[in-house]
Nanobody, 117 residues
Framework: QVQLVESGGGLVQPGGALRLSCAAS????????MGWFRQAPGKQRELVAV???????IYADSVQGRFTVSRDNAKNTLHLQMNSLKPEDTAVYYC???????????WGQGTLVTVSS
């Protein structure tokens, strides 16, 4: 079973930046998609950004232009660069990896991002 370990969360002031990382226990090259989701207190988990193996990256409207998702295949790592952070970005951020053959839908344990002054 693939293991995903997130890091990089923390406390940041509004307008600040953070970079999240998700390290996979095996090569990410075969993953159809890797992405970031987040869950704020009292809310459902929502998609933040997805990096497909082929094709364009997908972003939630709320983070478009502020967040950038990228893969480092050599290091088996997915990153999320978050700029111009807002209090409403406060949430636990989860990494996801998905593959169809062999079937895989793996999640990390999450990393907390708090945006507050």
């Amino acid at each position: 079973q693939v293991q995903l370990v997130e890091s990089g969360g923390g406390l940041v002031q509004p307008g600040g930046a953070l970079r999240l990382s998700c390290a996979a226990s095996e090569s990410i090259f075969s993953f159809n998609t890797m992405g970031w989701f987040r869950q704020a207190p009292g809310k459902q988990r929502e998609l933040v950004a997805v990096s497909p193996r082929w094709g364009s990256r997908i972003y939630a409207d709320s983070v478009q232009g502020r967040f950038t998702v990228s893969r480092d295949n050599a290091k088996n790592t997915l990153h999320l660069q978050m700029n111009s952070l807002k209090p409403e970005d406060t949430a636990v951020y989860y990494c996801n990896a998905n593959r169809t053959n062999p079937s895989l839908d793996a999640w990390g344990q999450g990393t907390l991002v708090t945006v507050s002054s």
